[in-house]
């Protein structure tokens, strides 16, 4: 097991009608600025809980942040943090309004542009207006973790920070919130859990077998709750299940001492920031195309995954288990109603291959836990897409 150090901050408030409970959690003399996205807790009721929870406070909005939060939006929050001196970012809604405002916490406080802030990944933030976030859709993990995703209209790019000064303080997760999502949004949020697992999961192993079996063990509940939850969506148990799983599934609790690829994002954040395609759809595609790619890499990890997850006899050859965990994976997603192939969502592969490889090579990036998915294996990746 590798050396590591952790801490998590973030105080979780977890269950159903805890939403008022954020009242207890903001102290009163603060100016709190609450951000929100396209309008969905205003049809979902959470609007109306939040505001009365906090009759008794100063609060001011700034609603339109965008799935996929956008820089240009986001800096016009920025202005009103500073003209107004707000002193407590409130986050309600999705995980994009979350990573929104985290950007916006540091961003007020930051000197120089604020798109260096993604730039440098994050390490020169040196202060964040404080945060804390009702959040209402289980996929990403933002609600217990530090990081954030931010894309740049102009440019077209999508790029991720990381900072200890943008946990949230506190998280409230009320799974009855989740009850209005759309099924595209559930999916979207089903298969971010499982990949984000996945990249913390499927990689080399440095005998973590504790870290393993909690990793393996969220992806059979995810599986089994899934199935629930789509076919009920109104299911209280299974979604408050599904929203754990979330939480955990991006936390780094369960990696913690392990080797971790992250391959599959970098890739996806590319087609998304490109083609517009949700995150969630692009995780679909391209993690199982990096498997294949670097099967030889991964292969005890997923052969360990064939037997436990999905049950295969564990006398097969190791190279036929990894290849039943990268078919049982893709028709995992499949009884989702996920598509996974390029052309499903009307990208061409061959421009997406070329043109993402190309921009990991200007970037000299090379991608997974053994640093060896040079642009030209991107390339690969995609072409199999
Ligand atoms: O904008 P509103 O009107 O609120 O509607 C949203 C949005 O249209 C809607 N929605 C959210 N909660 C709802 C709801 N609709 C009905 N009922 C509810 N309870 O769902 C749509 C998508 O919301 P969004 O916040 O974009 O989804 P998600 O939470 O999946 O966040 C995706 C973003 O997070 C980033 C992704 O790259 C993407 O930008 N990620 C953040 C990570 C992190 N901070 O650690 C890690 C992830 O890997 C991911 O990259
Ligand atoms: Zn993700």
Redesign the pocket.
């Known amino acids: 097991m590798n050396n590591f150090e952790f801490q998590a901050p973030t105080k979780l408030i977890f269950g159903a009608d805890t939403i008022s409970k954020v009242k207890d959690e903001i102290p009163k003399d603060k100016k709190i600025l609450m951000t929100y996205g396209g309008g969905s807790i205003r049809k979902n009721g959470v609007y109306k809980q939040v505001m009365e929870a906090l009759s008794e406070h100063t609060v001011l909005e700034f609603g339109g942040i965008e799935p996929n939060p956008k820089f240009e939006t986001l800096m016009q929050a920025v202005e009103i943090v500073k003209k107004e001196n707000i002193d407590f970012l409130l986050s309600v809604g999705g995980g994009s309004t979350l990573d929104g405002t985290k950007f916006i916490a540091a961003a007020a406080k930051y000197e120089g542009d604020p798109w260096e802030i993604l730039l440098n990944g994050g390490a020169k933030i040196k202060d964040a207006i404080p945060l804390g976030d009702i959040i209402t859709l289980p996929?990403?993990?933002s609600e217990m973790n530090n990081g954030a995703?931010i894309s740049k209209l102009e440019t077209k790019e999508k790029l991720a920070f990381h900072s200890n000064f943008i946990y949230p303080k506190f998280s409230i997760i009320d799974p009855k919130t989740t009850f209005s999502l759309p099924e595209k949004q559930t999916v979207n949020g089903i298969v971010?859990t499982f990949?984000?697992t996945m990249e913390q999961y499927a990689t080399y192993d440095v005998n973590t077998p504790l870290q393993d079996e909690w990793m393996l063990g969220l992806i059979k509940t995810l599986m089994t709750e899934a199935k629930k939850v789509l076919h009920n969506p109104n299911d209280y148990e299974a979604r408050a299940n599904v929203f754990w799983c979330a939480t955990c599934g991006?936390n780094y609790w369960m990696s913690l001492g392990c080797v971790q690829d992250w391959s599959t994002?970098m890739i996806?954040h590319e087609l998304t920031a490109l083609y517009g395609i949700d995150?969630?759809e692009s995780?679909a595609v391209v993690l199982t195309r990096v498997w294949k790619n670097r099967k030889n890499d991964k292969m005890n990890k997923l052969a360990k995954m064939a037997v436990e997850v999905f049950g295969a006899n564990d006398f097969l050859p190791k190279n036929i288990l990894a290849d039943i965990t990268i078919k049982k994976t893709k028709k995992f997603f499949e009884s989702l109603g996920r598509r996974t192939k390029l052309s499903d969502y009307g990208i061409d592969k061959i421009e997406a291959a070329k043109l993402i490889s190309e921009r990991f090579k200007e970037r000299n990036c090379t991608l997974g836990e053994k640093s060896n998915i040079t642009p030209d294996e991107v390339y690969k990746i995609l072409m199999d897409c």
Do not use: I
Request: a negative charge.
């Open positions: 996929a990403t993990g995703v971010d990949v984000h991006l994002h996806g995150h969630g995780l």
